[in-house]
């Protein structure tokens, strides 16, 4: 997986925190306890990080449309999915095959 980090706003950290875990398969790395902020472990190499922002953070009041993308292996992808779809969340995957 190759990303370095990203943020996102959420409503609500620990559901976050939960649905990243729990179905997307990341690992909990921080907790900051001086704000509504939790950081997560994005792939087994802990070499990419997103943040979780809640409401009452800089980062996370005002809610905007934003986007990550990751680059991983198609069985990866394809696995996600699988987690993804008893949960009723959609998700659009597109993916180009390197030379």
């Given at each position: 997986?190759?990303?370095?980090?990203?943020?996102?706003?959420?409503?609500?950290?620990?559901?976050?925190?939960?649905f990243y875990i729990e179905i997307v398969?990341?690992?909990?790395?921080?907790?900051?306890?001086?704000?509504?902020?939790?950081?997560?472990?994005?792939?087994?190499?802990?070499?990419?990080?997103?943040?979780?922002?809640?409401?009452?953070?800089?980062?996370?009041?005002?809610?905007?449309?934003?986007?990550?993308?990751?680059?991983?292996?198609?069985?990866?992808?394809?696995?996600?999915?699988?987690?993804?779809?008893?949960?009723?969340?959609?998700?659009?995957?597109?993916?180009?095959?390197?030379?």
């Amino acid at each position: 997986m190759h990303l370095y980090e990203a943020h996102l706003p959420v409503a609500d950290t620990e559901a976050a925190q939960r649905f990243y875990i729990e179905i997307v398969g990341w690992h909990f790395a921080h907790r900051d306890l001086t704000r509504d902020a939790v950081f997560l472990w994005a792939g087994a190499d802990r070499g990419s990080m997103l943040g979780l922002w809640g409401p009452n953070t800089t980062l996370g009041r005002e809610f905007h449309k934003c986007h990550i993308a990751f680059n991983v292996p198609l069985a990866e992808l394809l696995a996600a999915g699988e987690r993804l779809m008893p949960q009723a969340f959609r998700a659009e995957f597109c993916w180009r095959e390197d030379d």
